[in-house]
């Protein structure tokens, strides 16, 4: 089987935010620069004498990603607002659940990232579920072009994919 042929654009893409109680926020009017990596696991040499005879596996790498949204507030004390959900301060509805359980402190929250290409030929819907996400506001920018907030994101729990 061959990979698709169709390409994502920046017009594909939703990012959902989830927290533990299933509570979601769709990202809206964000600038299509969603991006992350995935770097593999720290490497440990192993050496007889300096000579290399040997690889392992070493830590797990903290995976990172950043995305960009026009700003148009940065609170909301009657709608579920971006940065109110990053921080947890819903002041709406109550306090949102973390994602992380035991042993985990800050507030994390599921991220997913969604390219759906499925209206054009033979494309597909593809996923990236990022999961024990700590999410902050990194910078704030005014421009004469709408003001926007860059937010990074660290992922302590892994990424699964999924293609339907």
């Not at 390219?115 to 593809?126: E, F, L, N, P």
């Amino acid at each position: 089987m061959s990979d698709s042929n169709v390409v994502a654009t920046r017009r594909d893409g939703t990012i959902t935010i989830t927290d533990g109680a299933a509570s979601s926020y769709v990202v809206s009017f964000e600038v299509g620069d969603f991006s992350f990596s995935e770097p593999n696991a720290d490497r440990v040499v192993i050496r007889d004498r300096g000579a290399i005879v040997g690889l392992r596996k070493g830590d797990d790498p903290v995976l990172s990603f950043s995305f960009s949204v026009h700003m148009r507030s940065l609170t909301d004390t009657t709608a579920d607002n971006l940065l109110d959900r990053i921080y947890n301060r819903r002041f709406n509805s109550g306090s949102l659940t973390g994602t992380g359980g035991d042993g985990f402190e800050q507030f994390l929250q599921t991220v997913e990232f969604k390219a759906d290409t499925s209206g054009i030929g033979s494309g597909k819907v593809y996923t990236a579920t990022f999961s024990k996400c700590h999410l902050e506001l990194s910078s704030m920018s005014e421009s004469a072009d709408g003001d926007s907030l860059e937010i990074s994101g660290e992922c302590y729990g892994g990424v699964v994919y999924a293609q339907t």
